[in-house]
């Protein structure tokens, strides 16, 4: 979008939230509109946290469950094919293969 564009775009932006907000504020319906909404946006904010509360618990489920299958993998690199335990490798200089 060209600079004109941007600008008419946020003026009918800008005309429109100040049309809703002066509706909501200053008119009869606009006051029972919001009676009506406010607690289903009460509602609505509380769902949102509870959502937000559950990705964090799958989040920290999916981590720990990507730890275990490190440390799987890690033991599976240690053992020998006889079921023995390997013996560690040499220890490389930095920047060496």
């Not at 993998?73 to 020998?80: C, I, K, Q």
């Not at 094919?81 to 060496?96: I, L, N, V």
């Amino acid at each position: 979008m060209n600079d004109r564009s941007v600008i008419a775009v946020s003026i009918l932006a800008g005309a429109a939230l100040g049309g809703a907000a002066g509706f909501l504020l200053l008119t009869d319906r606009g006051r029972r509109l919001r009676r009506e909404l406010g607690p289903q946006l009460d509602e609505l904010v509380a769902e949102a946290r509870r959502l937000q509360e559950a990705v964090a618990r799958v989040r920290e489920t999916a981590a720990e469950g990507w730890r275990s299958v490190a440390d799987f993998v890690g033991d599976l690199g240690e053992m020998r094919p006889d079921g023995g335990e390997a013996t560690p490798a040499p220890a490389r200089a930095p920047g060496r293969r």
